[in-house]
């Protein structure tokens, strides 16, 4: 087995450290447009953080099983060198794209996702606010064990990557330099990820590097101040409740489901699926030509859509960042 260092572990005073560097700095130079701190919401990401270290323990052990399993059944091996681990690192960091990808736009994954997003601060306690479910992330990374890389290999790259990911949480960097932000992610480009408007939903999904986004179509720049938070927010800094609200409204929307078609996109489609409104048969009335014609062409104006008001939405075809509660407001395209 490979013997490579615990990353989080010997970065947690370093977390320690820069997020009370940042709480100095807000105090003492305070940006009035920008979310700032709320010792309630900070609490609550620090407890998640906490309460996620167990839970990843518990579920480690059959994910490592697993992986342990199919790394002695391929006959391929990755080894561990200087030259091999930026490699792996870089194809971790792709699967690590489509992965949170995945966990948007598919209902019962993003369950587990919204814990990271249910905060309406954004500062380096957000980036702690992890799931406690966090055994929907292991498939996506079977094709790295397969093709050989070690799963000890394999772990030191996603805590690379969760490590890398914890300054992008701040409102106290700008910009990086414009060669920095093209290849890589920050700030800038997290904050996008975070918001809650309609342009800026189910974007910047990459982890080290945001050229995932720019080639798959998921890029978008920070231009308006992000409004962070969900498009229904929980209003709870309950941490049992953050961490199972959306898996209580996915129970509660399968009892009330028709049908196994319903139940099927209750789970598995996007965020807002809603089940298609049910059909009538239409009377006599209503089938008559003429009556079609005259009522086509009595139409009231007033409730004519003007061309000149009607927008077109530039966010993404899912609207992920909503809360339980909004589940019944939106309908991907």
Not at 122 to 141: D, E, G, I, K
Not at 178 to 186: A, D, G, K
Not at 191 to 199: C, I, L, T
Not at 274 to 295: C, H, M, R, V
Request: charged residues 15%; proline residues 8%; neutral net charge.
């Amino acid at each position: 087995m490979p013997n490579l260092p615990d990353v989080v572990l010997w970065s947690i005073p370093a977390f320690v450290l820069l997020t009370v560097v940042e709480m100095i700095s807000v105090r003492l130079h305070p940006d009035e447009e920008a979310a700032g701190y709320e010792a309630k919401d900070a609490a609550t990401s620090i407890g998640m953080g906490l309460g996620s270290l167990g839970f990843d323990f518990l579920w480690k052990i059959p994910i490592v099983a697993i992986y342990t399993a199919l790394y002695e059944l391929t006959p391929l091996r990755v080894p561990v060198l200087w030259w091999t681990i930026p490699l792996m690192l870089l194809a971790q960091d792709f699967f690590y794209y489509w992965s949170h990808r995945g966990h948007h736009v598919i209902r019962i994954l993003w369950a587990c996702h919204v814990v990271h997003h249910s905060s309406e601060k954004f500062n380096l306690t957000t980036a702690l606010r992890q799931p406690w479910t966090s055994l929907t992330v292991w498939p996506f990374y079977v094709p790295l064990v397969a093709a050989g890389v070690h799963p000890a290999a394999l772990a030191f790259c996603s805590s690379a990557n969760l490590v890398y990911q914890f300054w992008i949480h701040t409102e106290r960097i700008d910009k990086m330099p414009r060669w920095f932000e093209f290849v890589f992610n920050t700030p800038s480009h997290h904050r996008v990820h975070h918001a809650s408007q309609g342009g800026y939903l189910d974007r910047n999904f990459g982890g080290i590097l945001i050229v995932w986004d720019r080639l798959f179509g998921s890029f978008v720049p920070e231009v308006e101040r992000p409004v962070y938070g969900l498009t229904k927010n929980i209003n709870t800094f309950n941490p049992i409740k953050v961490a199972t609200h959306e898996y209580v409204a996915i129970a509660k929307d399968l009892r009330a489901a028709r049908s196994w078609r319903e139940r099927a996109g209750r789970v598995f489609g996007g965020p807002g699926w809603q089940a298609a409104p049910a059909t009538t048969t239409p009377s006599a009335a209503t089938t008559d030509p003429a009556i079609t014609t005259a009522s086509a062409t009595t139409t009231d104006p007033a409730t004519t859509t003007d061309p000149a008001t009607t927008t077109t939405p530039t966010g993404p075809a899912t609207t992920s960042k909503s809360s339980s509660a909004s589940v019944e407001e939106t309908t991907p395209a």
